[in-house]
């Protein structure tokens, strides 16, 4: 799952260390490390990082469309002519993409420890409404990215 992060960051000119962890951290957290590609008890939320098409269809219009190079770029990569929320279910490559333009429209700066990736995602990805803890996310980090490393 690390080499498909650092892959695909490098790939769109978006990578960062603290960026592919907080990925990893958002997909071990969202679906146990990418076994869930559908959200469980029939939710919308879809792909390794369970991203909600209204989500997906938002960073398209209200933010890809005006970042021309970045949204061909995301395409070429993913092998892709067009957006479509339900390819996130069949490449990880575009929900890694859409997950990392999703915390790039965040003013505030990817922290650089698990316990900031942590409160991160609850805030902006998961939102305070959200059923997700900062200590789940951490539980999923440990569990899955640092077993992943070894």
Do not use: W
């Not at 260390?17 to 969202?30: F, R, S, Y």
Request: charged share 20%; glycine share 6%; hydrophobic share 40%.
């Amino acid at each position: 799952m690390r080499q498909l992060v650092n892959d695909t960051l490098q790939e769109i000119n978006l990578y960062s260390v603290d960026a592919a962890n907080l990925i990893l951290g958002t997909i071990a957290q969202e679906s146990a490390y990418g076994f869930y590609k559908k959200q469980l008890g029939g939710g919308p939320a879809l792909g390794i990082c369970q991203m909600e098409p209204n989500t997906f269809n938002d960073i398209v219009f209200n933010f890809l469309h005006y970042k021309v190079d970045l949204a061909n770029l995301i395409l070429m990569v993913c092998g892709l002519t067009s957006f479509h929320a339900d390819d996130l279910v069949t490449n990880d490559k575009l929900a890694v993409s859409m997950c990392r333009v999703h915390y790039l429209r965040v003013k505030a700066k990817i922290p650089s420890d698990l316990p900031g990736y942590a409160a991160y995602y609850k805030k902006y990805y998961n939102t305070p409404l959200g059923a997700a803890t900062e200590e789940e996310f951490i539980e999923n980090y440990n569990k899955y990215v640092l077993k992943d490393e070894h």
